[in-house]
Nanobody, 123 residues
């Protein structure tokens, strides 16, 4: 089992920045690829970013490419999502996820999910 706890969400004005963190405990953190997903009210969950276990491969949704950066610190068992140039359409609950099957866009690759952290971007 892997437990994931997100933090760092909040209210920010459009154009601002936030850094989300996701701390993991349980099994060996470096065995897992990690992803960030988000879900806005009335919408389906969508992929945001993902990073391989070694940190050498990353994927981004087109909507966040160039604005968001995913990174991980295996020594701290933590994954980060640096979000810059935030837009009102980025408003959502953000979830981190861990999976041992490989890194990618699909939520089906990830076996463990956090409870989420709210990000609200005002215009």
């Amino acid at each position: 089992q892997v437990q994931l706890v997100e933090s760092g969400g909040g209210l920010v004005q459009a154009g601002g920045s936030l850094r989300l963190s996701c701390a993991a405990s349980g099994r060996t953190f470096s065995d897992y690829a990690l992803g960030w997903f988000r879900q806005a009210p009335g919408k389906e969950r969508e992929f945001v970013a993902a990073i391989s276990w070694a940190g050498d491969t990353t994927y981004y949704a087109d909507s966040v490419k160039g604005r968001f950066t995913i990174s991980r610190d295996n020594a701290k068992s933590t994954v980060y999502l640096q979000m810059n140039s935030l837009k009102p359409e980025d408003t959502a609950v953000y979830y981190c996820a861990a999976g041992a099957g490989g890194v990618g866009y699909s939520g089906r690759l990830y076996d463990y999910w956090g409870q989420g952290t709210q990000v609200t971007v005002s215009s």
